[in-house]
């Protein structure tokens, strides 16, 4: 018996711009087709990585059972919103992220009772993505937010309307790399980078996930919704220990500026933060563990990457101490996303 | 006991007699101060108009308003000279106060007053700047006290005029290494090989060190993101431009093309170097890295040629969660002991090196910083 | 004179929330003169042992509250460390906002007529501070 998983970062793409095209109105999507609209390849993860050549996009009709035995949910991530975070017409971007949305919800929900969609939301125009979460309230196959992170901290409160939707239908909000971070005016800049090699990218891509944390506790983002939870999928988590030092080391030298945080930073990071560990990479198992031992219990949850996979669940969960490796693989997600991801009532 | 012991207003008081007697240290970010006023009067008459003075510490680099210090001020409040001024700015004040107190066998100084010159556009300007400010630390640091170690400033506009302050300088007695204030010639970027080629010859490490206009500077390294708001905020993020030039150091092919350089990240803290490390190598197995260029992996240069530095030093919930961070950077030979002298974040010797575990304390107290910067410590 | 206790000063010596610093046995100490009262720490920091007395008179902090408001709270009883900045209560010895468990060590005064005298073998659990004595 396989055990129980939840995958929380499943990627799917429209593999044609035509197949959106009829979740527009009609005069937006004459405007996408008459200016050239290029649709981002599905086959490219945008954090790096792309389907090797003679693999294809996953399809609703057969993924279901392509999941990892023991996937009791998988949520469905469209990665093609992430680019937006590099696009300057800030209205196309919304919607494009709704159209994305219909795609996802009338193609794949049906096909396998385990898919819920993670809403895919421009951070560009945060009273538009308001509206967006706001349509999927109630629609229980809609389980989480998904959106790429912009230049502007996520603690400054540009995102909070997107925030105050999250936390209204309890939607955790999942942010994920966009490939544009460190080389596109308006994504997170990453320090040091410029338009190098490729290389650079994935070293400091974490960066922006350290940066963003740092600003949603600091700037008191969780004292305001106590029931928003942000999910960091894509930028690994053996940094994070020492990240967690250190914002607790300059919560007690600089608490006087910021006295609205009354725990350790460490704290409300445990509480609203989760990680999704989708890629071992080349960290030793052995730290992997190590670290692992060193972060609250409730912080890390699964994701299989898929159909970009670089590790097996199996392989996931064996560089995670034993004590973990059940919350890691369902608990944590189970306890994240709700009772939306495992309910059988669909619409 | 009657009477008046000692009533003592001023500096230092209560902090225990030197405890390091029996363990010398080398301290790579140990931070003075010169007289501005005298660097300007030293420099061409047409430069000096050039330069705005902001306060007897710093030239304009920073917009003062931007994320406010919550307290006021960056240095220790307790190292104020007894004859006055800033603290770090009296030479004969801080070996009494520093030196001699924690034995501190040398000291490398990092001039943050060479920093500001990222923002000017003048080059001959910046280069008279540096070279007056650099032979001012000689004369009124090193000629105080021999352990007073000096670290030539560079422009970060001009390699050639880099070189030429290289050259100029390395030989003087006292002069370890060299810093450019990180601008906006990567690091990793072919126009900066000339810079490496000169300091390889005289056997030149390089010092990098947050340059106090990080994230403020449009030339100078941001934090990831962009803008942060709060002073605190920023703090935590400060090691985010030295992950930025190490990897660029290192994934740009850099130390492979100069592979007797030596860099220290001054500062930058070092519970990241692992974590890291491990995302590099993922990235070359994966392709990345000098367009493939690199024939060995990214952590063999990181560990042989990066050195990284004990301050801010973490401080775990549970201290034993250091011990697999400093393993998976092989602190042994890559961590190097720092203070931070006079900053308000400094961390005192005695107790970061008794926090180290114990196999550690004379490699990061002396040892590693004397291989890294070799004869010319002088020790 | 008892063996326990080491002379401060006289009354009109202290300035309003600023330290005196005095050696003692048990290692300096520093003495303040609050508008309760006087009290006395020792002038080393929990944290790293930074001389925790110098540099910076009894101050105010904040306290928690809506993010981005700043309530104004400790008036005049925060001793802030000149290193990390670290704050504690001159009165309990705690850290103000709860931001570590170690406390500064107390030691009591003693004001009889206009001479202040630290009592350094009596620190911790011991009453932190003395009201002064009439005149």
Same mark, same amino acid.
């Given at each position: 018996?396989?055990?129980?998983?939840?995958?929380?970062?499943?990627?799917?793409?429209?593999?044609?711009?035509?197949?959106?095209?009829?979740?527009?109105?009609?005069?937006?999507?004459?405007?996408?087709?008459?200016?050239?609209?290029?649709?981002?390849?599905?086959?490219?993860?945008?954090?790096?990585?792309?389907?090797?050549?003679?693999?294809?996009?996953?399809?609703?009709?057969?993924?279901?059972?392509?999941?990892?035995?023991?996937?009791?949910?998988?949520?469905?991530?469209?990665?093609?919103?992430?680019?937006?975070?590099?696009?300057?017409?800030?209205?196309?971007?919304?919607?494009?992220?709704?159209?994305?949305?219909?795609?996802?919800?009338?193609?794949?929900?049906? %096909?396998?009772?385990?898919?819920?969609?993670?809403?895919?939301?421009?951070?560009?125009?945060?009273?538009?993505?308001?509206?967006?979460?706001?349509?999927?309230?109630?629609?229980?196959?809609? %389980?989480?937010?998904?959106?790429?992170?912009?230049?502007?901290?996520?603690?400054?409160?540009?995102?909070?309307?997107?925030?105050?939707?999250?936390?209204?239908?309890?939607?955790?909000?999942?942010?994920?790399?966009?490939?544009?971070?460190?080389?596109?005016?308006?994504?997170?800049?990453?320090?040091?980078?410029?338009?190098?090699?490729?290389?650079?990218?994935?070293?400091?891509?974490?960066?922006?996930?350290?940066?963003?944390?740092?600003?949603?506790?600091?700037?008191?983002?969780?004292?305001?919704?106590?029931?928003?939870?942000?999910?960091?999928?894509?930028?690994?988590?053996?940094?994070?220990?020492?990240?967690?030092?250190?914002?607790?080391?300059?919560?007690?030298?600089?608490?006087?500026?910021?006295?609205?945080?009354?725990?350790?930073?460490?704290?409300?990071?445990?509480?609203?933060?989760?990680?999704?560990?989708?890629?071992?990479?080349?960290?030793?198992?052995?730290?992997?563990?190590?670290?692992?031992?060193?972060?609250?219990?409730?912080?890390?949850?699964?994701?299989?990457?898929?159909?970009?996979?670089?590790?097996?669940?199996?392989?996931?969960?064996?560089?995670?101490?034993?004590?973990?490796?059940?919350?890691?693989?369902?608990?944590?997600?189970?306890?994240?996303?709700?009772?939306?991801?495992?309910?059988?009532?669909? %619409? | 006991?009657?009477?008046?012991?000692?009533?003592?207003?001023?500096?230092?008081?209560?902090?225990?007699?030197?405890?390091?007697?029996?363990?010398?240290?080398?301290?790579?970010?140990?931070?003075?101060?010169?007289?501005?006023?005298?660097?300007?009067?030293?420099?061409?008459?047409?430069?000096?108009?050039?330069?705005?003075?902001?306060?007897?510490?710093?030239?304009?680099?920073?917009? @003062?308003?931007?994320?406010?210090?919550?307290?006021?001020?960056?240095?220790?409040?307790?190292?104020?000279?007894?004859?006055?001024?800033?603290?770090?700015?009296?030479?004969?004040?801080?070996?009494?106060?520093?030196?001699?107190?924690?034995?501190?066998?040398?000291?490398?100084?990092?001039?943050?007053?060479?920093?500001?010159?990222?923002?000017?556009?003048? =080059?001959?300007?910046?280069?008279?700047?540096?070279?007056?400010?650099?032979?001012?630390?000689?004369?009124?640091? @090193?000629?105080?006290?021999?352990?007073?170690?000096?670290?030539?400033?560079?422009?970060? @506009?001009?390699?050639?005029?880099?070189?030429?302050?290289?050259?100029?300088?390395?030989?003087?007695?006292?002069?370890?290494?060299?810093?450019?204030?990180?601008?906006?010639?990567?690091?990793?970027?072919?126009?900066?090989?000339?810079?490496?080629?000169?300091?390889?010859?005289?056997?030149?490490?390089?010092?990098?060190?947050?340059?106090?206009?990080?994230?403020?500077?449009?030339?100078?390294?941001?934090?990831?993101?962009?803008?942060?708001?709060?002073?605190?905020?920023?703090?935590?993020?400060?090691?985010?431009?030295?992950?930025?030039?190490?990897?660029?150091?290192?994934?740009?092919?850099?130390?492979?093309?100069?592979?007797?350089?030596?860099?220290?990240?001054?500062?930058?803290?070092?519970?990241?170097?692992?974590?890291?490390?491990?995302?590099?190598?993922?990235?070359?197995?994966?392709?990345?890295?000098?367009?493939?260029?690199?024939?060995?992996?990214?952590?063999?240069?990181?560990?042989?040629?990066?050195?990284?530095?004990?301050?801010?030093?973490? =401080?775990?919930?549970?201290?034993?969660?250091?011990?697999?961070?400093?393993?998976?950077?092989?602190?042994?030979?890559?961590?190097?002991?720092?203070?931070?002298?006079? @900053?308000?974040?400094?961390?005192?010797?005695?107790?970061?090196?008794?926090?180290?575990?114990?196999?550690?304390?004379?490699?990061?107290?002396?040892?590693?910083?004397?291989?890294?910067?070799?004869?010319?410590?002088?020790? | 004179?008892?063996?326990?206790?080491?002379?401060?000063?006289?009354?009109?010596?202290?300035?309003?929330?600023?330290?005196?610093?005095?050696?003692?046995?048990?290692?300096?100490?520093?003495?303040?003169?609050?508008?309760?009262?006087?009290?006395?720490?020792?002038?080393?920091?929990?944290?790293?042992?930074?001389?925790?007395?110098?540099?910076?008179?009894?101050?105010?902090?904040?306290?928690?509250?809506?993010?981005?408001?700043?309530?104004?709270?400790?008036?005049?009883?925060?001793?802030?460390?000149?290193?990390?900045?670290?704050?504690?209560?001159?009165?309990?010895?705690?850290?103000?906002?709860?931001?570590?468990?170690?406390?500064?060590?107390?030691?009591?005064?003693?004001?009889?007529?206009?001479?202040?005298?630290?009592?350094?073998?009596?620190?911790?659990?011991?009453?932190?501070?003395?009201?002064?004595?009439?005149?």
């Amino acid at each position: 018996m396989s055990e129980a998983l939840i995958d929380c970062e499943y990627h799917v793409a429209a593999p044609d711009l035509q197949l959106l095209l009829p979740y527009m109105e009609k005069s937006w999507a004459a405007r996408f087709v008459r200016s050239r609209f290029s649709l981002p390849l599905g086959r490219e993860h945008p954090g790096g990585g792309s389907l090797t050549e003679g693999s294809s996009l996953p399809d609703p009709a057969t993924a279901g059972a392509a999941l990892a035995a023991g996937t009791r949910a998988a949520l469905l991530v469209p990665h093609q919103v992430m680019p937006v975070a590099g696009w300057t017409d800030t209205l196309l971007c919304s919607v494009y992220a709704t159209a994305l949305n219909r795609y996802v919800r009338e193609h794949w929900i049906p %096909a396998d009772r385990r898919f819920r969609m993670a809403i895919a939301i421009s951070p560009h125009e945060p009273e538009l993505a308001a509206d967006e979460i706001d349509r999927y309230g109630e629609d229980v196959s809609a %389980a989480a937010i998904v959106m790429p992170l912009l230049a502007t901290h996520l603690g400054q409160t540009h995102y909070r309307p997107i925030f105050k939707a999250a936390a209204r239908h309890r939607l955790p909000v999942i942010v994920h790399p966009s490939g544009r971070e460190g080389t596109i005016v308006g994504t997170p800049v990453l320090s040091g980078m410029g338009p190098r090699h490729a290389g650079e990218y994935h070293s400091l891509i974490w960066q922006a996930a350290v940066t963003n944390i740092a600003s949603l506790v600091y700037d008191g983002v969780f004292i305001d919704l106590p029931d928003l939870r942000v999910v960091f999928a894509g930028f690994g988590f053996e940094w994070l220990p020492g990240v967690l030092w250190h914002l607790d080391m300059e919560w007690r030298s600089l608490r006087i500026d910021i006295p609205w945080v009354t725990d350790p930073p460490s704290v409300y990071v445990a509480r609203h933060i989760r990680i999704v560990i989708d890629d071992l990479g080349l960290t030793p198992p052995e730290a992997s563990r190590q670290i692992a031992n060193m972060l609250a219990e409730g912080l890390l949850m699964w994701g299989s990457n898929s159909p970009f996979a670089t590790n097996s669940a199996a392989e996931v969960l064996d560089a995670m101490p034993e004590k973990l490796r059940a919350k890691v693989a369902f608990g944590n997600a189970a306890e994240t996303f709700g009772s939306r991801l495992l309910t059988e009532a669909l %619409a | 006991m009657n009477g008046v012991s000692k009533v003592s207003p001023g500096v230092g008081t209560g902090l225990s007699k030197p405890v390091a007697a029996a363990l010398s240290i080398v301290d790579c970010d140990f931070h003075p101060f010169v007289p501005l006023q005298e660097v300007i009067a030293r420099m061409p008459a047409r430069a000096r108009r050039s330069v705005q003075v902001s306060s007897y510490a710093a030239v304009l680099g920073r917009e @003062h308003n931007r994320f406010l210090i919550p307290t006021g001020e960056p240095l220790r409040l307790d190292a104020v000279p007894t004859r006055g001024g800033l603290a770090g700015s009296d030479p004969a004040f801080a070996v009494a106060d520093y030196l001699d107190r924690w034995g501190i066998a040398a000291a490398v100084m990092m001039p943050i007053q060479a920093m500001g010159v990222i923002a000017w556009a003048a =080059e001959e300007v910046v280069n008279s700047y540096l070279a007056a400010m650099n032979d001012l630390f000689l004369e009124m640091w @090193h000629a105080e006290d021999p352990r007073f170690k000096m670290l030539i400033s560079v422009s970060p @506009h001009d390699p050639d005029a880099a070189v030429r302050e290289i050259e100029r300088l390395a030989d003087k007695p006292g002069v370890v290494g060299f810093q450019i204030p990180m601008g906006e010639i990567g690091l990793g970027s072919s126009a900066m090989f000339k810079v490496y080629a000169a300091a390889a010859h005289f056997g030149l490490p390089l010092v990098l060190h947050p340059n106090s206009v990080d994230c403020s500077l449009q030339n100078s390294p941001s934090c990831a993101g962009r803008v942060t708001r709060s002073y605190a905020e920023h703090h935590v993020l400060l090691s985010q431009p030295g992950q930025g030039a190490a990897t660029q150091l290192v994934m740009s092919g850099a130390l492979e093309r100069f592979p007797t350089m030596r860099v220290v990240l001054a500062e930058f803290g070092f519970s990241w170097v692992g974590p890291m490390m491990w995302r590099m190598d993922t990235a070359w197995q994966r392709g990345g890295g000098a367009d493939g260029l690199l024939p060995r992996p990214p952590s063999e240069y990181l560990l042989n040629q990066l050195r990284f530095t004990t301050q801010p030093y973490d =401080e775990p919930g549970n201290p034993r969660d250091l011990v697999p961070i400093l393993d998976s950077m092989q602190a042994h030979r890559t961590l190097v002991f720092s203070s931070d002298y006079p @900053h308000w974040d400094t961390d005192r010797p005695d107790v970061v090196l008794r926090r180290l575990p114990v196999e550690l304390r004379e490699r990061v107290a002396k040892q590693t910083a004397m291989e890294t910067f070799g004869t010319r410590l002088g020790l | 004179m008892d063996n326990d206790r080491v002379r401060a000063g006289v009354v009109d010596e202290f300035v309003l929330n600023r330290f005196r610093v005095v050696d003692t046995p048990a290692g300096a100490i520093g003495v303040v003169r609050t508008t309760d009262g006087f009290y006395a720490v020792l002038n080393r920091c929990p944290h790293m042992g930074a001389p925790v007395c110098v540099g910076t008179d009894l101050t105010t902090s904040t306290v928690a509250s809506r993010p981005f408001e700043y309530r104004l709270a400790h008036e005049d009883r925060v001793v802030r460390c000149p290193w990390h900045r670290w704050e504690f209560r001159v009165d309990t010895g705690e850290s103000i906002g709860n931001t570590t468990k170690a406390r500064l060590l107390r030691f009591p005064v003693i004001v009889e007529g206009a001479e202040v005298f630290v009592q350094y073998r009596a620190a911790r659990g011991a009453a932190a501070r003395v009201k002064e004595t009439p005149q």
